[in-house]
């Protein structure tokens, strides 16, 4: 079945530094990845998206692109900020019966100023 | 602010008392999702409904019965819960059902928070 590994913190930074969390996957066929933000109090939130090979999902600074030949999915932000401190998600959607959202375990990020 | 909106936002409730979890999207969506999150944990599929008809059971207890009333409108009816059942519940809804293309985005929204007594 599909299957997803990302690295489960806790990630401590400062402010303006890089973030990189590592995510790997499992599937049968060609999934799509997605990267999920839980803010504290909250639901779930889309952050990117990549449906397949080589696409590279973006969005308010994150970025993490498809790399089939290594299953992976890293998210990665150049300079982060107080406010992107949240828990992140790794998922995967595959095709037909795969199609389930299929979740990693999460990451906690702390940004300390 | 999200697309899609759960009420109530906290419930408490006894393990004998009968409550109901709303969930409503106006984006035109055709599937729409119940999980449940423990702490630290990512959410577990429970239902899944697809064009109004309920399509997935992830085998959850009958304690906790789902109803979709229209396509905007999702309910979960709870009865005779038991204290693990302590969770966040979230709904989540996407354009098409995940089967189709496997590409659509679920929204969530920002869940209910239930505590059981």
């Known amino acids: 079945g599909n299957s997803v590994t990302q690295m489960e913190g806790p990630v401590t930074l400062s402010e303006e530094a890089f973030l990189t969390i590592n995510c790997t996957y499992t599937?049968?066929?060609?999934?799509?990845l997605f990267w999920y933000v839980q803010y504290p109090g909250e639901g779930l939130q889309l952050l990117l998206k990549?449906?397949?090979?080589?696409d590279k999902g973006s969005n308010k600074g994150f970025e993490a692109t498809y790399r089939k030949e290594t299953t992976s999915f890293h998210l990665e932000k150049g300079s982060v900020q107080v406010s992107d401190s949240a828990v992140y998600f790794c998922?995967?959607?595959?095709?037909?019966?795969?199609?389930?959202?299929?979740f990693g375990k999460g990451t906690l990020l702390t940004v300390n100023p | 602010d999200t697309e899609v909106t759960q009420t109530p936002k906290h419930l408490v409730m006894g393990m004998t008392n009968k409550k109901s979890l709303k969930c409503e999207q106006h984006?035109?969506?055709?599937?729409m999702y119940w999980y449940k999150q423990k702490a630290k944990k990512p959410p577990e599929l429970m239902f899944v409904?697809?064009?109004?008809?309920?399509?997935i059971n992830e085998s959850v207890p009958s304690r906790f019965s789902p109803e979709c009333p229209n396509s905007s409108l999702l309910n979960l009816h709870l009865h005779a819960l038991q204290p693990e059942d302590s969770a966040l519940y979230l709904c989540?809804?996407?354009?098409?059902?995940?089967?189709?293309?496997?590409?659509?985005?679920?929204?969530f929204g920002d869940g209910t928070r239930l505590s059981i007594l």
């Open positions: 990549a449906t397949k090979a080589d």
């Open positions: 998922a995967l959607s595959g095709r037909g019966s795969n199609y389930k959202l299929t």
């Open positions: 409904y697809s064009y109004e008809k309920l399509s």
């Open positions: 984006m035109g969506h055709r599937a």
């Open positions: 599937a049968t066929g060609y999934p799509s």
């Open positions: 989540a809804s996407s354009r098409v059902p995940q089967d189709a293309y496997g590409d659509q985005p679920q929204h």
